[in-house]
């Protein structure tokens, strides 16, 4: 049984990553995709601001994640 704070450390490093790696692999898809289209260089910028938004998704779970991580 944690505590609620190390359970809200221990979300925070799970969402973290799991962030992370939605982050890089949407931007990269993004990136590489519209780079072998043609675009402009300067959309592989709003590819990173797309996955950013994205990658935001997985801390929505962060309630439900800290009450799951206490008991």
Do not use: C
């Amino acid at each position: 049984m944690r505590t609620r704070q190390e359970a809200s450390e221990r979300a925070q490093l799970i969402l973290g990553a799991v962030s992370l790696v939605v982050w890089f692999v949407v931007a990269f898809a993004l990136a590489v995709t519209w780079l072998l289209q043609g675009a402009a260089e300067a959309r592989i910028i709003v590819a990173g601001f797309i996955a950013l938004g994205v990658a935001a998704l997985p801390w929505l779970a962060y309630g439900p994640l800290v009450e799951r991580l206490s008991r």
